[in-house]
T-cell receptor
Framework: DTEVTQTPKHLVMGMTNKKSLKCEQHMGHRAMYWYKQKAKKPPELMFVYSYEKLSINESVPSRFSPECPNSSLLNLHLHALQPEDSALYLC?????????????FGDGTRLSIL | AQRVTQPEKLLSVFKGAPVELKCNYS??????LFWYVQYSRQRLQLLLRHISRESIKGFTADLNKGETSFHLKKPFAQEEDSAMYYCALRGPGNQFYFGTGTSLTVIP
């Protein structure tokens, strides 16, 4: 299995809702990532997990809460989002060690905030 | 500070013409560089990494440390090459820095 799987593919939520995005990989990768991507823009890094521990938080608002329950799963919990949070949310994974290992990306969850 | 620069936001070439997408980087250590491609409505996927020195879909990229560049080249562009291309640098702590991307259009 060489894929990163994200669910759901689309999500529409109100500003007061609570929802979660899910990401799964079975490649044995120990680094997992959340990115936000707006149309025609590069991915913006949000969080990095290494060996299930949060290693990088790029000053993301607390209405986004990541969780890494085990080495294969990564969640992003959403609460009280704003309309400007509407975007494509990408999950990626990579080998933690060096050796020029690239990231593998999922298809993303397209999030719309009403 | 680590940085990746792609100076061309949009690039159009005719089918069969050579194409070069520019990427410059700044990094204090030994860089790990990648090219990713995003076709319309598809996931971001790895195209090339500099260490492998391979040709994928006819594309090649050479790391030039003197010019701090990692330009992507193809001698004869095809219509199916139309996509968004991102140059990326892997920094410490598993951080990947993406350039702003170049949207390539190959005109039939």
């Amino acid at each position: 299995d060489t894929e990163v799987t994200q669910t759901p593919k689309h999500l529409v939520m109100g500003m007061t809702n609570k929802k979660s995005l899910k990401c799964e990989q079975h490649m044995g990768h120990r680094a997992m990532y959340w990115y936000k991507q707006k149309a025609k823009k590069p991915p913006e890094l949000m969080f990095v997990y290494s060996y299930e521990k949060l290693s990088i938080n790029e000053s993301v608002p607390s209405r986004f809460s990541p969780e890494c329950p085990n080495s294969s799963l990564l969640n992003l919990h959403l609460h009280a989002l704003q309309p400007e949070d509407s975007a494509l949310y990408l999950c990626a994974s990579s080998q933690d060690s060096g050796g020029y290992q690239p990231q593998h990306f999922g298809d993303g969850t397209r999030l719309s905030i009403l | 500070a680590q940085r990746v620069t792609q100076p061309e936001k949009l690039l159009s070439v005719f089918k069969g013409a050579p194409v070069e997408l520019k990427c410059n980087y700044s990094y204090s250590g030994s860089p790990e560089l990648f090219w990713y491609v995003q076709y319309s409505r598809q996931r971001l996927q790895l195209l090339l990494r500099h260490i492998s020195r391979e040709s994928i879909k006819g594309f090649t990229a050479d790391l030039n440390k003197g010019e701090t560049s990692f330009h992507l080249k193809k001698p004869f562009a095809q219509e199916e090459d139309s996509a968004m291309y991102y140059c990326a640098l892997r920094g410490p702590g598993n951080q990947f820095y993406f350039g702003t991307g170049t949207s390539l259009t190959v005109i039939p």
